[in-house]
């Protein structure tokens, strides 16, 4: 059974950075080295956002409300997926979540509890 945990969320003033973690488990090295993987967001205020994702050969991409901000990484051998999240604004104050998509079909079918990230003005 694949589950997702994130962590390193937390309280920080807007321009400050934090790192959030999202370990997995019950992964084999030689399938997550595969697996195309995804950051979410989401706030009361606003719809689900994907904030950015990785594909299977390192590839990434960021939304343009982060982009110059936020940086998507993947330690596979750590079965470890990051968010670097620089120059922090109030409006990306969210719960984040990261989520996989196996075989990188376009639908995530693992999803991490989340971790909340608020940002002070």
């Known amino acids: 059974q694949v589950r997702l945990v994130e962590s390193g969320g937390g309280s920080v003033q807007a321009g400050g950075s934090l790192r959030l973690s999202c370990a997995a488990f019950?992964?084999?090295?030689?399938?997550?080295?595969?697996?195309?993987m995804g950051w979410f967001r989401q706030s009361p205020e606003k719809e689900r956002e994907r904030v950015g994702f990785?594909?299977?050969?390192?590839?990434?991409s960021v939304a343009d409300s982060v982009k110059d901000r936020f940086t998507i990484s993947k330690d596979n051998g750590k079965r470890t997926l990051y968010l670097q999240m620089d120059s922090l604004k109030p409006e990306d104050t969210a719960m984040y979540f990261c989520?996989?998509?196996?075989?990188?079909?376009?639908?995530?079918?693992?999803w991490g509890q989340g971790t909340q990230v608020t940002v002070s003005s």
């Open positions: 989520a996989a998509d196996t075989y990188c079909v376009g639908r995530y079918n693992y």
């Open positions: 019950g992964y084999g090295y030689a399938l997550y080295s595969t697996v195309c």
């Open positions: 990785i594909t299977k050969d390192g590839s990434t």
